[in-house]
């Protein structure tokens, strides 16, 4: 039986707008703005839509995809910095309970975004049945993003949650029934959505790989604790949608895979959904620029006050699995997705840092104008370079722009102290040793955005939440478990290949596997938000990693916050706890 659970998401998320953050309405673009019905539209949707910043958060929902799985760890830096009620030491060695409040972020914030959609679609109904063309096109967008923010629920704590009327209680689906109202949902915009409205809107190409991405996942979604059975239906229909993506002809991959990460990455022709953070939406800010990559080191010389915070770093046995594709070669000169080199690192002949202090490395430095500066991107490894600080906490200058020199060690304690340079080091855990600020390989995905005022935030650069690369990916997943491996690696060689813009030059694998596929998605797509899910769907989630043994396949879904589960007390069986919670 449904279980109906009276105004649940709403009760929550009223709390949290009003104690969590300062949430404002903002309008998406111009063709939105205006009085009377067009105005009334673009107020309905611009709050749902702006409301995915907050749900995409680095410690909302983010944080809660990337730190349990092998990708990344985040330790208790020196004992002084991100122990935050342990909440993700918890996360990331699957000890989560209901009162982790990365669990309750991530709830609340999602929960208060599809809230937003329901209202959004209780203003546009009526207007667009009235015969406004713009609600209507609106609405069929309302409906998308609804079906996607419970997508994410449905995937992280296996319940959708259906709700047509702020008036009516929202009925609790579990498995089948969620993926039959998730689809149906989708379906019934597929044909009639809009088609060139940008990533940043909910479009045709989205909903097709929304509802790929749902039959991809379906086994799981089913039985989220036994082994996946999946069926032929469901890969069909997989096969389907990214083939309407495919043949539509509207996207292309990015020969610069970084480019997918940049300022002006609205419109790269690779993007299919994402957070739009350009003019007045630029509400993340830098967050997953800036969350992993050192708080000495200081990526824009425009703005003294941007930095890292030494955040999470890539377990050891994430970055192993580069080691073991590519066996006797660097992954960075084998694999153009794993580093973009843009510092010089060789300065007036000095490259060996051996024996020299930051005391008297004055001479170590190459200049470069701010506007042409960028720190390295990908994964970071041993002593990176960046602008530095005299003793007045201005950058060096020279002639011709600012001095940029190895980072210094400026932060930590403990055995930071003893570190000149930042040195970042492969192993970091939760010892004293392997806690240390300047431990663990950094991940430096996102660029820091040129557009903004200060370097940390209003980013323009869009948070990417699905791209071409996946749908072709997705494909080739469906084809390998129907047992079409030719087709299957055609599609992930496309992808693999199609990163030709500088050396390395990518080469194409020869066979394909599920071992292999499983790999080269976390070459893809890591750090996107996308490994949770994947490691659930191959079977890895309760594999061993650093610091993290666990195999319970009951925290393969995470806790119901209990802030939500009192809140539903007075009717028993409204929402309940899920399973070993």
């Not at 709403?10 to 063709?31: G, H, N, P, R």
């Not at 990916?473 to 813009?501: I, P, Q, S």
Request: proline letters at 4%.
């Amino acid at each position: 039986m449904k279980n109906r659970i009276k105004s649940i998401v709403f009760a929550i998320s009223i709390l949290c707008i009003y104690s969590c953050s300062d949430l404002k309405e903002e309008v998406l673009d111009e063709s939105l703005t205006g009085s009377g019905q067009a105005e009334a539209i673009s107020g309905a949707i611009a709050p749902a839509y702006g409301q995915v910043s907050w749900t995409w958060r680095h410690t909302n929902y983010y944080g809660l995809q990337l730190i349990p799985s092998d990708e990344a760890i985040l330790p208790y830096r020196g004992g002084t910095d991100w122990y935050d009620g342990g909440k993700f030491l918890a996360a990331h060695t699957h000890s989560i309970t209901p009162t982790n409040d990365l669990v309750k972020s991530a709830w609340t914030e999602l929960t208060i975004n599809i809230s937003r959609t329901v209202t959004a679609i209780e203003v546009l109904r009526p207007l667009a049945e009235a015969g406004n063309t713009e609600a209507e096109g609106a609405l069929y967008e309302m409906i998308a993003l609804r079906a996607y923010l419970n997508m994410l629920t449905l995937d992280s704590w296996g319940i959708a949650f259906k709700k047509e009327s702020s008036s009516l209680d929202s009925e609790i689906l579990r498995t089948q029934e969620a993926i039959d109202y998730i689809e149906s949902e989708l379906l019934s915009v597929a044909e009639v959505i809009n088609t060139n409205k940008g990533p940043g809107r909910m479009t045709q190409a989205a909903v097709y790989g929304f509802l790929a991405r749902l039959h991809l996942n379906a086994a799981v979604y089913r039985d989220p604790y036994g082994t996946p059975n999946f069926s032929s239906e469901d890969l069909d229909k997989v096969i389907e949608y990214t083939d309407n993506i495919i043949n539509s002809g509207q996207f292309s991959l990015s020969p610069e895979y970084f480019d997918l990460f940049n300022d002006d990455n609205n419109t790269n022709p690779e993007l299919i959904f994402a957070l739009d953070q350009r003019g007045v939406l630029n509400r993340e800010h830098s967050r997953w620029a800036y969350w992993s990559i050192p708080g000495s080191m200081f990526p824009r010389p425009e703005f003294t006050s941007a930095d890292g915070t030494d955040g999470p770093a890539i377990t050891s046995d994430f970055y192993q699995t580069w080691v073991a594709a590519y066996s006797s070669v660097d992954p960075a000169d084998a694999d153009p997705r794993f580093l973009q080199k843009n510092t010089q690192e060789v300065a007036n002949g000095v490259n060996d840092l051996t024996g020299l202090s930051p005391l008297n490395d004055e001479n170590n430095y190459y200049c470069v104008e701010a506007e042409d500066f960028e720190i390295d991107r990908g994964i970071l490894r041993g002593v990176p370079w960046a602008a530095r600080k005299d003793e007045n906490g201005a950058f060096y200058t020279c002639a011709d722009g600012y001095r940029i020199y190895p980072v210094k060690q400026i932060k930590g304690n403990g055995t930071d102290k003893n570190v000149d340079y930042v040195n970042l080091t492969l192993n970091v855990d939760f010892t004293n040793e392997g806690r240390a600020h300047h431990t663990g390989y950094r991940v430096s995905k996102y660029q820091f955005s040129h557009t903004s005022p200060n370097g940390n935030n209003y980013s323009s650069v869009d948070l990417v939440l699905m791209r071409y690369a996946e749908i072709y990916m997705m494909r080739a997943e469906a084809k390998l478990r129907k047992g079409d491996a030719a087709a299957a690696l055609a599609d992930v060689n496309t992808v693999k290949t199609a990163r030709n813009a500088r050396e390395p030059l990518p080469t194409a694998l020869s066979t394909i596997d599920m071992d292999v596929l499983y790999r080269e998605l976390g070459f893809e797509f890591y750090w996107e938000g996308l490994r949770r899910t994947n490691q659930i769907r191959f079977s890895h989630y309760e594999d061993s990693w650093t610091e993290k043994t666990d195999a319970d396949v009951n925290n393969r879904l995470f806790p119901i916050p209990q802030v939500a589960i009192d809140g539903a007390s007075n009717t028993p069986d409204y929402l309940v706890q899920n399973k070993g919670y």
